[in-house]
C-alpha cells in the first residue's frame, strides 16, 4: 500500500506516572493520488500525523486519569489511521480511524490547526468508554465528550481560554483572539 508507515511505541506516555503502553500506530494516505492526499502529504504527512497521535494520546490519557489505579483504563493494542477517499470528514470506529481526503482537498482555514483538531477529537473516540452493550451513553454525550477534550486541550495551555473566548465571541469572530489570549498564533496551538 502506497504511503505505508508502522510504527511501535513503548512506554508512549512516559510522563505519566504508573503508565506504560504498548502501542502500535499504523498510518496510510490510500489515496496519495488525489488532491486530498497530495496535500495531506505536502503540509502534513504521514509522520506529522503520527506525531499529532502521540500528543493527543498522551493528552487523552491524562485527561481521563488513566494513570489512576482507580480508573478503568481502555485497553488499546493498535490504532489505525487511514486518509481516503468517502464522505463527511472523519468517522472512528473502534481504533480506526479515518480521515476523508475530500475534506482534506476542500478544506480552506488553517489547515494544521483543523488537522489538530480532528486528530484530538477522533483520538478521545479511541480511548473513551461509551456505555455497554444494551446500556450505551446518547451520541451526542460521546460526541460533547470528544469536542470537550479537544477545548480543554487549548484551556490547559491557557486557564480560562474558553471562559474568554466565549466572552469575546459576544463581538463577533476572529482568529487573533487565540494569540490575544494565549500567545499563540492558531499554527503554534
Not at 481502555?74 to 481526503?101: C, N, R, W
Amino acid at each position: 500500500m502506497a504511503g505505508l508507515v508502522f510504527l511501535s511505541i513503548l512506554a508512549l506516555v512516559v510522563a505519566i506516572p504508573h503508565t506504560t503502553l504498548a502501542l502500535e500506530l499504523v498510518a496510510s494516505n490510500a489515496s496519495p493520488a488525489s488532491p486530498g492526499g497530495q496535500r495531506f502529504d505536502a503540509e502534513l504527512g504521514i509522520n506529522g500525523a503520527l506525531s499529532m497521535m502521540v500528543d493527543a494520546i498522551h493528552y487523552i490519557q491524562m485527561a481521563f486519569a488513566y494513570s489512576s489505579p482507580a480508573t478503568p483504563r481502555k485497553t488499546v493494542d493498535t490504532i489505525t489511521f487511514t486518509l481516503e477517499d468517502m464522505p463527511g470528514v472523519a468517522y472512528t470506529y473502534g481504533s480506526q480511524f479515518h480521515l476523508s481526503a475530500s475534506y482534506v482537498a476542500g478544506y480552506t482555514g488553517e489547515f494544521q490547526r483543523e488537522m489538530r483538531s480532528i486528530v484530538y477529537h477522533e483520538m478521545t473516540h479511541v480511548w473513551q468508554w461509551d456505555g455497554k452493550d444494551g446500556n450505551r451513553a446518547p451520541s451526542g454525550l460521546i460526541e460533547g465528550i470528544a469536542s470537550f477534550i479537544t477545548l480543554s486541550y487549548v484551556n490547559d495551555l491557557r486557564p480560562g481560554f474558553v471562559t474568554e473566548l466565549n466572552s469575546k465571541l459576544a463581538t463577533g469572530w476572529s482568529e487573533s483572539f487565540f494569540s490575544d489570549l494565549t500567545g499563540k498564533s492558531v499554527e503554534q496551538l
